[in-house]
């Protein structure tokens, strides 16, 4: 008999996020909505314009002070 002692691996809850993607379709940047630093961000990776859409992520919670979405 085989006993394995690694955890089985847990299921983390998704939802739909609000995401910024980079509008350079050769650049795949993009970040979070709430964890971006300014309303209208530009790509950490290539400086390009960033556009909201949305993403299933697993579920994260900004609990930064500086953040200053709720």
């Known amino acids: 008999m085989y006993s394995s002692?690694?955890?089985?691996?847990?299921?983390?809850?998704?939802?739909?996020t609000t995401i910024w993607s980079c509008s350079d379709?050769?650049?795949?940047?993009?970040?979070r909505?709430?964890?971006?630093?300014?309303?209208?961000?530009?790509c950490?990776?290539?400086q390009?314009?960033?556009v909201k859409s949305e993403?299933?992520?697993v579920a994260l919670v900004n609990t930064s002070p500086n953040s200053s979405k709720l």
């Open 25 to 31: 379709e050769s650049c795949k940047g993009w970040m």
């Open 5 to 16: 002692r690694k955890r089985p691996v847990e299921e983390l809850p998704e939802e739909i």
């Open 44 to 46: 950490p990776i290539c």
């Open 33 to 42: 909505d709430n964890f971006a630093f300014s309303s209208d961000p530009a």
């Open 55 to 57: 993403k299933m992520l």
């Open 48 to 50: 390009s314009q960033m």
